[in-house]
């Protein structure tokens, strides 16, 4: 084996997978959001709810064409970097990703099309139904992806056939693995937070420039909400996703919170610098008793730590450690806010705090941070497997050379680096203009692109034939 | 009675490639299209007639992956491999073409120049690739135990650069004939013009791939009659069907242009591709990696085969109902170029 193109290929796919998951934790949210404003138009009939939807599905265009295009990367790139991978777990998973594209992909895709470009072709309740069957889509495609994924957590419903390979005994169960149902409410919440911070930080950076914006007062209070109440929940469901952690997977839980020896009343490490040839952290700023009262519900219970397991079994401690610290910081941080935001709007209103506007703004990528942090969590914490106690990423690679692997990554970094550079520009060019009233002018007579978007959103979904 | 699932899952992911071929086909034509329109008006209303429908086309490539990584991942795990150069090529074409469609809205002067230079050359390279991969499966795989055994560029011959050429030349093809039927005015009449370069240039190299294909593998050879010792020509009578379609598909194009038909000449295009898809097959069926391993050796246990079979039973139906819905409501002349003469 190439340890080069092991360690290549590993890089590659931390890489495409953790860029591609930016677009779909907002656009998950986004799409859902989208469904909510047209369908609060259609109801009530006020303009601002129309505004809005124009302008963020503009944003949700661009967005979602970045997620499309590198998530066709994802469905080839598990042949071409991870072939043992693919032969091995298809028997078990393949259905999953099968269901993905057959439920999820053909259907947002679709649909799409008459969303941004069926304002002058359909009916308001077609083109509502379009906007509601592309955020069903994205859940779906959440559900598929998840339940496939959990799998390779927490493989269940499945046994080894005399040849070696892998094969299905329960679909149920492989769908349905132990820990896929709180995985999959912990990333549909954080899809959700993301785009609730997304939308409350354009919606105050529009209102300090402007702070009489209507449409831009109406999305801060529905954000302020949604974080007020998303926030807290995630918290519930992420303890409730650590405690299943201690039991199905406890080097990962052992990792996440740098615990060496096995013993009840574990402290929690605030900051650690785990050292792995050492087994021990070479230092720590702990809180006696509390590791094992957050881990397992009891202040004296006993927790398992890393030397338990051998040491070829343990996932890298440090990177699993921050990862966790900075994804548990980011939502505490946005419990605060959410709380903040609350409280003021049951006095002044939260469009009126200027150092809340400012927090808000400030607070807007965290969504982004946190749910690639908690990725890293849940991927390099299954380190050193790849399919959790079954198949190890070191056999599960392809037998390509590092040099094809090295040509492919810096293809990607390239690509990747001036999609994403130009992608931000242009959405937060949009989020600059902000929501305009009027946009339901008539188009100008073909100033750009007759196909893009904005064409498409200066037309007026409401007054369709 | 017990049904043959891997026949029928090799039947599934054959249809899913065809139409991503011809579907994704003529939006990647529209692309390499794109350097020789006239101006900006003409290089938007090739982006507006297909704009809508391009995602759900590019899915199908998702379904033809997705699809043999879910039914025959042996093969995926050989084929991918093998050609992994130019499949990430192709991939990476894809990402720059696909951002193209917002990106070239959102960009001022500049940044408007670049990505519809990345829609043009996107489109090229995608086709390119695909056809490097394309010819490089079709002259076959190098495998040990059932694993890629070969160098990374196997699939670099003056055969699978033919094939390329081809499948640039074919989607110009479909994609100037989905211009001739989805525009009127000036373009409408370029890609008139363009079509015939097209359909000459496809002729040309179809031929030429044909003929060479036919010294790829003695298996290949001896299902067009040639076994080695002589020619036997009822093999190549119960084939020549195929060739036949396409002669059919190519004189559609060109009757279609001489009476200044709007439909025919992108009608004729689809014919020249199935013919040319099918006349491949044949070749190589039943191996699913060739010559080296077929479709059944690289099949999935029946039980993942049959719970998709029952999926793609009852959603195959509804995903091809609101294609073709989609495809109606967008139907007629692009209007946007409506000042565009």
Known sequence: ?465 | MSLDLPLIWAGIIAVAVLLYVVLDGFDLGVGILFPFAPDPRARDAMVQSVAPVWDGNETWLVLGGGGLFAAFPRAYAVILPALYLPIMAMLLALVLRGVAFEFRARGRARGKAFWTAAFAGGSLCAALSQGLVLGGFIQGLTLTDGAFAGGPFDWLTPYSVMVAVGLVAGYALLGAGWLIWRTEGELHDLARRWAGTAAGAVAMLLAGVSVATLFLHPQVAARWGFDGHGFVGANLARLAPIPLLGAAGLATIGLGLARRSHVAPFAGGLIVFLSGYLGLAVGFFPYIAPYAMTFREAANPDNALALMLVGVAVLLPVILGYTVFVYWLFRGKVTGDAGYH
């Not at chain 1, 005994?169 to 896929?180: G, L, N, Q, R, Y």
């Open chain 1, 1 to 465: 084996m190439d340890v080069y193109a092991l360690l290549l290929s590993r890089l590659q796919f931390a890489f495409t997978i953790a860029f591609h998951i930016i677009f779909p934790s907002f656009t998950i949210g986004l799409a859902s959001y989208l469904a909510v404003l047209e369908g609060l138009w259609l109801a009530s009939r006020n303009p601002v709810f129309k505004t809005l939807y124009l302008f963020w599905l503009k944003i949700f265009a661009i967005s979602f064409g970045m997620g499309v295009v590198t998530g066709v990367v994802m469905s080839y790139e598990l042949g071409n970097n991870w072939s043992v991978f693919s032969a091995t777990a298809s028997p078990v998973i393949g259905p999953l990703l099968a269901f993905e594209v057959l439920t999820a992909f053909f259907l947002e895709a679709s649909f799409l099309g008459i969303m941004l470009f069926g304002w002058r072709k359909v009916g308001p309740g077609l083109h509502f139904t379009a906007t509601l069957l592309v955020a069903i889509g994205t859940l779906i495609s959440a559900f598929w992806i998840i339940s496939a994924n959990s799998w390779m957590q927490v493989p269940a419903g499945f046994a080894r056939t005399a040849g070696g390979g892998l094969i299905a005994t329960d679909w149920w169960a492989v769908i349905v693995s132990p820990s896929f149902p709180t995985r999959l409410a912990h990333m549909t919440l954080a899809a959700y937070l993301t785009t609730a911070l997304v939308v409350g930080a354009a919606s105050a950076w529009r209102l300090l420039k402007e702070p009489d914006d209507d449409a831009s007062t109406t999305a801060l209070r529905m954000a302020v909400g949604m974080l007020a109440i998303v926030a807290p929940l995630q918290l519930i469901a992420g303890d409730v996703s650590g405690k299943e952690v201690r039991r199905m997977q406890p080097a990962k839980l052992a990792a996440v919170e740098a615990f060496w020896e096995t013993r009840t009343a574990q402290p929690f490490h605030i900051l650690a610098w785990p050292d792995m040839a050492a087994e021990t952290n070479r230092w720590e700023l702990s809180i006696p008793g509390l590791g094992s009262w957050i881990t397992a519900g009891d202040a004296r219970a006993e927790v398992t730590g890393l030397k338990a397991f051998a040491a070829k079994d343990r996932p890298p401690v440090a990177i699993v450690f921050y990862a966790f610290r900075l994804m548990v910081g980011m939502g505490v941080a946005m419990i605060g806010l959410g709380a903040w935001g609350a409280w003021l709007s049951l006095r002044e209103g939260v469009e009126r705090s200027r150092p809340f506007l400012r927090a808000m703004v400030a607070m807007g990528p965290t969504g982004f941070v946190a749910v690639i942090a908690g990725w890293i969590v849940a991927e390099v914490g299954r380190q050193p497997y790849v399919i959790y106690g079954v198949l190890r990423t070191a056999d599960a690679v392809s037998p390509v050379g590092a040099g094809q692997v090295s040509a492919s990554l810096i293809g990607f970094l390239i690509v990747y680096a001036v999609i994403f550079s130009v992608g931000a520009l242009y959405i937060l060019r949009l989020i600059g203009e902000g929501p305009v009233e009027g946009a339901e002018a008539p188009p100008p007579p073909l100033p750009r692109a007759p196909g893009s978007a904005l064409a498409a959103a200066q037309q007026d979904p409401g007054g369709a034939p």
